[in-house]
């Protein structure tokens, strides 16, 4: 019997790593973030160059339009009352200022902006070459401490060649908060977009897998037993999953009643040689008789043993059967107790209800042979427990497995802890004077370990023997 722990419907933390949902998720989640990173960089590159632009061109437009607004008299003298448009240029150490200055002989006097309150100094010609326009641009430090963007043109006022030095003085610290407040705004849309995205993204990957969960449901109702089938109508790409699972749980149910048949008609081909060889032996008497019956009846137990270990084989791997485990028990122990009105039998049952995984028959003729072992050993009392237990899966296991103990414990003689393991062979027995075949204790250690459960001998604190069983139960 497979021994695999029950799958449990919420994934563990540990096995997030593993699960479909877990990967496609976390995947489209790495690729919104680097997407919506992608974008915000786009975009707030695109916009910086656009904002830089626009600045350029503004300083360039209102240095054209200092220009015009600006002339020389006949003294030399620099004349004019330009105007902007723009009341920054009017607002002190603003950031925005323009001046004009003579740049040839013939020319003297200066014009600045109101929000000039200082000089701010140009670099030499050799620093920053004018261009073929005559004209150049620099960065300088303004009144303020602020970043300044200076656009600056040599222009030539009148016939007599005389010259003046325009400039015009963008605040570049304004246009950098600017783009940062633009950034961070950005930033702010693109989160709540991306988190909601994230969020849709998710709850749509695990809508599209909800199909997976229920034929994982559908599985642990035929595992436990509850369905024969995997029914209902799936998906597409699930249904030929579905098929052929069934077709699989057919196939093994097939093999079940296959092996049955199989056993049951051996059993019957056995029985009449067996029981004739039984018969003649004692019609013949003498020590030859006695020899031949002995021979016939320990090879009808011995079939027997076998066939029982071949009836639970041939369930190996296939749907898992479903025994409550607590009726079981009272009703043998009631039968017990009629049987050895001697006994004091005494029976500890849990509150919740627990599920054998596994058939009738195998536990009853596991129980059968216990109780009759210790019924057969006590002096007065046999005392038998049952109780669930949860164990942690260990490595190569996935979650816990579910498990139940049968406690078995008498106030007889005991076995040595140096006996223990002998015990369990096969026709193995300690005392001769005591009837039965030494075959009860070894075919519960066939059963036990076909359903891959534990069994364990130990000194009861009644003075006697202990025998606990553990095998696993449905949830």
């Given amino acids: 019997m497979p021994t695999k722990p029950a799958v449990s419907n919420t994934p563990s933390l540990r096995s997030w790593p593993r699960s479909v949902a877990f990967r ?8 919104a973030i680097l997407t919506l990173v992608v974008i915000f960089t786009l975009i707030t590159t695109l916009y910086r160059q656009a904002s830089e632009r626009g600045f350029d061109s503004l300083l360039s437009a209102h240095l054209f339009n200092l220009i015009g607004s600006v002339g020389v008299s006949e003294s030399g003298q620099l004349t ?27 020319v003297h006097g200066d014009l600045h902006s109101s929000s000039m309150t200082k000089a701010i100094p140009s670099p030499s010609v050799a620093e920053v070459p004018f261009n073929a326009s005559f004209q150049r641009s620099y960065s300088a430090d303004g009144i303020e401490g602020e970043q300044l963007e200076v656009f600056e043109s040599e222009f030539v006022l009148d016939a007599k060649n005389r010259a003046a030095r325009f400039r015009v003085m963008g605040n570049q610290t304004e246009l950098e908060q600017e783009i940062a407040t633009f950034q961070r705004r950005l930033l ?17 990957i695990l809508l599209g897998l909800q199909p997976l969960r229920r034929v994982r449901n559908a599985l642990a109702m035929v595992r436990e037993g509850t369905a024969q089938r995997l029914d209902g109508r799936f998906p597409a790409e699930i249904e030929p999953l579905a098929n052929e699972t069934n077709a699989l749980i057919e196939n093994n149910r097939r093999i079940v009643e296959r092996s049955r048949t199989q056993v049951g008609n051996l059993a ?8 004739v060889l039984l018969n003649e032996g004692r019609a013949l008497g ?4 006695q020899l031949i019956a002995e021979q016939a009846a320990s090879m009808q137990k011995q079939v027997d043993h076998y066939l029982q270990r071949a009836r639970v084989a041939a369930q190996r791997d296939s749907v898992v059967y479903r025994t409550p485990v607590a009726p079981l028990v009272q009703r043998m122990v009631r039968v017990l107790q009629k049987l050895n009105p001697q006994t004091a039998l005494s029976l500890s049952l849990p509150a919740t209800d627990i599920v ?15 109780l009759d072992n210790a019924t057969k050993w006590a002096r007065s009392a046999v005392a038998v427990s049952v109780k669930p237990i949860s164990s942690k899966g260990g490595a190569g296991t996935e979650g816990a497995a579910n498990l139940f103990e049968i406690s078995i414990e008498d106030d007889g003689p005991g076995i040595p802890d140096d006996k223990a393991r002998e015990v369990l062979q096969r026709g193995r027995r300690l005392d001769e004077t005591k009837p039965g075949s030494g075959l009860g204790l070894a075919i519960v250690a066939d059963l036990v370990n076909e359903y891959g459960g534990s069994l364990a001998l130990e000194r009861s604190v009644m003075g006697g023997l202990k025998a606990m069983v553990r095998l696993r139960s449905l949830q």
């Fill in 268 to 275: 019957h081909s056995l029985k009449t040689p067996l029981a």
């Fill in 188 to 204: 702010t849309y693109l989160s709540l977009f991306g988190v909601g995205m994230i969020a849709i993204n998710a709850i749509a």
């Fill in 24 to 31: 496609v998720i976390a995947f489209s989640t790495v690729w």
């Fill in 80 to 106: 004019g009352a330009p105007d902007l448009g723009d009341l920054r240029f009017s607002e002190p150490n603003s950031g925005w200022y323009w001046s004009v200055e003579p740049a040839s002989e013939g």
């Fill in 286 to 289: 003498g020590a030859k008789g």
């Fill in 356 to 370: 054998f995984a596994g058939e009738r028959e195998d536990l009853e003729e596991l129980l059968g042979n216990l």
